[in-house]
C-alpha cells in the first residue's frame, strides 16, 4: 500500500468531448437555422410582404408545420402562419382566409 499527496485536481471531472450529432440532428439544425433566417427577415420588413415555404419531396408537411410553429412562437416578432395547398406562408400581417379573421354569424331572432 502507498500513500501519496493528492491535488485537487486530480480530483475533478477531465472535461468531455462533445458527442458528434448525427446527421438526423445535423438536418433538424440547419433546417432550424433557415427558418430563424426566415422569421428575421419577415420581422424587419414591411408589413404587407409574406414568404412561401414549399416543401420538397423527402419532407411531410405536418414535420415542417410543426417545426415552423416552434420557431414562430419562440421568435419575438409577431408572426402569422398559415398553410394552403402544401405550402406554409409566413407574415406579419394577416393572411388572407386564415383562422381567427372570420366573422362570426349573426344570431338569428
Known sequence: MRIR???PEDLAPKPRKPRALSPRQIAIQ???QALVKVLNEIAVGPMSSIKKIELEESEKLITIRAAVS?????HPAQINMGV?????Y??????????GGRRRKAASA
Open 70 to 74: 416552434r420557431q414562430v412562437k419562440a
Open 84 to 88: 394552403r395547398g402544401g405550402a406554409i
Open 90 to 99: 409566413l407574415s406579419r400581417s394577416p393572411i388572407p382566409g386564415a383562422r
Open 5 to 7: 499527496d493528492a491535488k
Open 30 to 32: 440547419k433546417r432550424d
